[in-house]
């Protein structure tokens, strides 16, 4: 059982939109930064989004992230076959003393 | 560019232990901090904890404590993860990761993964 919340799975035709949802508490999300990672197939993760909002050098600007109050949320513009993956959510979790990740949503590109 | 390159895949016995290695290149190893992320097969991730190549400050996730030592070596900028008296439910892939320049706590570099089987 995961600290955070996410969906385990959701899906979206190429071009869509999507966006992956991660819920927690005041003790993590709501008063922690959040990130989020991609992993793709076989790899290790991936860095997408730091600090809720913010991308690392690299990431196109189809991905965005925001926060509101115990929830954050990844965003994904124009989807590509090439995005399927496992998506996750982190943050620190100021009651555990621990960082803390979401049990993951998988994206399907059908 | 920072790299962390991983030790190979190791298969152990019920009971014994593993030592992880991640070496790290392409910063000042030993003014930051390591962390270990675990994934069983088809299961999430899972934060082990971290340590301080500083001074060697350690912060174990709970779960771990009395089982795991995290160790660093600055004269060839390697952090090593030991796990003691492995179970079935330790097989997994184990990361090293760095944070981000300027973002605390926020995986910003990953090694390759070591898997860690534990089967009789």
């Known amino acids: 059982q995961s600290v955070l919340t996410q969906s385990p799975s959701v899906s979206a035709a190429p071009g869509q939109e999507v966006t992956i949802s991660c819920s927690g508490s005041?003790?993590?999300?709501?008063?922690?930064?959040v990130s989020w990672y991609q992993q793709l197939p076989g790899t290790a993760p991936q860095l997408l989004i730091y600090?809720?909002?913010k991308r690392p050098s690299g990431i196109p600007d189809r991905f965005s992230g925001s926060k509101s109050g115990t929830s954050a949320t990844l965003g994904i513009t124009g989807l590509q076959t090439g995005d399927e993956a496992d998506y996750y959510c982190?943050?620190?979790?100021?009651?555990?003393?621990?960082?803390?990740f979401g049990g993951g949503t998988k994206l399907t590109v059908l | 560019q920072v790299r962390l390159v991983q030790s190979e895949a190791e298969v152990k016995q019920p009971g014994a232990s593993v030592k992880v290695s991640c070496k790290a290149s392409?910063?000042?190893?030993?003014?930051?901090?390591m962390t270990w992320v675990r994934q069983a097969p088809g299961q999430g991730l899972e934060w082990m904890g971290w340590?301080?190549?500083?001074?060697?400050?350690?912060n174990y996730a709970e779960k771990f404590r009395g089982r795991v030592t995290m160790t660093t070596d600055t004269s060839t900028s390697t952090a090593y993860i030991e796990l003691r008296s492995l179970k079935s439910d330790d097989t997994a892939v184990y990361y090293c990761?760095?944070?981000?320049?300027?973002?605390?706590?926020?995986?910003?570099?990953w090694g390759q993964g070591t898997l860690v089987t534990v089967s009789s």
């Open positions: 600090e809720n909002n």
């Open positions: 340590i301080s190549a500083y001074d060697g400050h350690t």
């Open positions: 990761t760095r944070d981000l320049e300027g973002a605390g706590r926020t995986f910003g570099y």
């Open positions: 005041s003790s993590n999300i709501g008063n922690n930064y």
């Open positions: 392409g910063y000042t190893f030993n003014t930051d901090a």
């Open positions: 982190a943050t620190w979790d100021s009651s555990l003393t621990a960082r803390v």
